[in-house]
């Protein structure tokens, strides 16, 4: 009655319970953000099933701004974070002193269970709210198929 594992230290096969997906955006290629914009930093097409997504987003902040707010999401829409009650949105509230400058900060959003009757898109969305200069974030996506 029990579905047996591997021990053979190979992956799980597309389709398969335990199947491991992952993209990553690298610090070089850092998506540059306005103030208080959602954007979309990654996405991850998903076949249909039960899947287990998790990710992190990175900041990259320039030498004059100060951050006061990062937000880090998974949806099915590129053009708005999740609601923070689902789970699926990781919020750091930095007060008026704020994260200056050459500071880095990684928030790590999720996991969410995300079911697919076809294949979908979900997205990885990252958010800071700043003032002077620009921010930029980058990141990591993954997911385990879970049935």
């Known amino acids: 009655g029990q579905i047996p594992g591997s021990n053979a230290g190979t ?3 597309a389709g398969n319970i335990g199947e491991f997906i ?6 070089g290629s850092a998506i540059v953000l306005g103030t208080g914009s959602a954007t979309s930093i990654l996405s991850l097409g998903l076949t249909g099933g039960d899947w287990n997504v998790w990710g992190q987003v990175v900041t990259v902040v320039q ?3 100060i951050v006061t707010l990062v937000q880090g999401g998974l949806n099915s829409t590129t053009t708005a974070l999740p ?3 689902t789970g699926a949105l ?4 930095l007060g008026t002193g704020g994260l200056g400058g050459g500071s880095a900060q990684v928030l790590n959003v999720g996991p969410i269970q995300v079911l697919n009757a076809t294949t979908a898109t ?14 930029a974030m980058y990141g990591s996506l993954k997911a385990r198929r879970m049935r």
């Open 22 to 27: 992952s993209t990553a955006l690298p610090s």
């Open 122 to 135: 979900t997205f990885l969305l990252g958010s800071m709210t700043f003032s002077v200069s620009t921010s």
């Open 90 to 93: 990781t919020e750091l509230a």
């Open 11 to 13: 992956a799980a096969v």
């Open 83 to 85: 609601a923070f009650t």
């Open 63 to 65: 030498s004059a701004t």
